[in-house]
């Protein structure tokens, strides 16, 4: 199949060159500058795995502007604030007949698709698997070749032959996919995951497995989901695993499978980018006002993010 990977930071080079290496016609888009210099200087990315192995592995890099192929799917991978400035820039190689598929995290990325895709047309999921770029060509891909899982849905809900198609690629190149027909569930069991720990590690600047360690974990995490979960069962969304579930989910996650990581959200603040933080937790206060819910725990969360983000920008 022909891929074009929209955003080509950790996780569009990750999904992209393990489906470039599972036999797939993949090209890289990308706004960066640093980031393409450096690519086109060195002849590809330097990928890791756990931080071991690190080679130069080629790839097909693009701007949005010297892009003229016509691929089959477009997989998105950018940061919800950047999306619809690449929105904009691509929309010249957009067609009836392409896909639009991500996996990115929080919610308001599906609004933007549908200004350029039709609804039938939309895959969207979420990925538990954890990826960081080190810098401008830079990528370390966590976890062993296998590690992590995602789910997938289409906004219809009614998987078409170009779905099974992407779920086969997606499953050779080891990303474990699970295909859903709970399209809002899916997405917004994954929001309400980070909303508990993307957001507490990187307000306190902890690897995962040191709140997952945390005597009161439970506690603050419990406030989170049954905020979070009140709101969706006002909303008329069934998410895919009960609170018990979803807090026994959180334990596993930090504690077990990624003790030492730092979710992707950290990876903004240190930088000094802008976080995701309202898409997460101020999306899922912004849905509780809709249906008469004051969201307090996540609204309070949602500011103090911003004020460290301000404290950083005016340091
Ligand atoms: P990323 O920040 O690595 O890349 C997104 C875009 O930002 C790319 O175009 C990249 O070139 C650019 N970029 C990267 N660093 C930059 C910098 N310092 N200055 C300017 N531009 C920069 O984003 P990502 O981690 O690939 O995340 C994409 C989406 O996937 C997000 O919604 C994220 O929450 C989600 N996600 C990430 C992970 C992860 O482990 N990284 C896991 C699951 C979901």
Redesign the pocket.
């Known amino acids: 199949m022909k891929f074009a990977m929209i955003?080509?930071?950790?996780?569009?080079?990750?999904y992209g060159i393990l489906l470039q290496e599972a036999g797939n016609d993949v090209t890289f888009i990308?706004?960066?500058q640093?980031?393409?210099d450096k690519i086109r200087e060195q002849g590809g990315v330097y990928v890791s795995r756990d931080h071991q192995d690190r080679h130069l592995t080629p790839i097909k890099l693009e701007t949005p502007e010297s892009y003229k192929g016509d691929p089959d799917i477009l997989i998105f991978?950018?940061?919800?604030m950047?999306l619809a400035g690449?929105l904009k820039r691509c929309e010249h190689f957009f067609n009836d007949r392409q896909y639009a598929f991500?996996?990115?995290?929080?919610m308001g990325?599906i609004e933007k698709l549908q200004q350029y895709f039709a609804d039938d047309k939309i895959i969207a999921g979420?990925?538990?698997?954890?990826?960081?770029?080190n810098?401008?060509g830079d990528?370390d891909f966590?976890g062993k070749a296998g590690a992590g899982k995602m789910n997938m849905a289409n906004l219809t809900e009614k998987p078409d032959e170009m779905t099974h198609q992407l779920f086969d690629e997606l499953k050779k190149a080891n990303m474990n996919p699970t295909l859903t027909t709970n399209f809002r569930g899916t997405l917004m069991t994954k929001v309400i995951f980070?909303s508990v720990i993307?957001t507490l590690c990187t307000l306190f600047e902890i690897q995962m497995g040191e709140f997952g360690n945390f005597p009161k974990a439970y506690d603050l995490g419990r406030q989170l989901i049954d905020e979070a979960y009140d709101i969706c069962e006002r909303a008329g969304i069934t998410l895919v695993s009960t609170r018990d579930e979803e807090m026994h989910a959180l334990d596993i996650n930090t504690r077990i499978d990624m003790p030492l990581?730092y979710?992707?959200?950290y990876?903004?603040m240190i930088?000094d980018?802008p976080t995701?933080v309202d898409?997460i937790n101020g999306y899922i206060a912004q849905l509780g006002r809709e249906h008469n819910y004051e969201a307090k725990t996540h609204i309070f969360l949602t500011n103090l993010v911003h004020l460290a983000e301000y404290h950083r920008a005016n340091q």
Not at 102 to 106: L, S, V, Y
Not at 126 to 133: E, F, H, K, P
């Open positions: 955003g080509a930071g950790a996780m569009g080079l990750r990308d706004t960066w640093p980031h393409i991978f950018t940061k919800q950047q690449f991500t996996c990115m995290n929080g990325h979420t990925a538990l698997i954890a990826t960081v770029l810098g401008p990528v966590m980070n993307n990581h979710p992707s959200m990876q903004d930088h980018r995701e898409y």
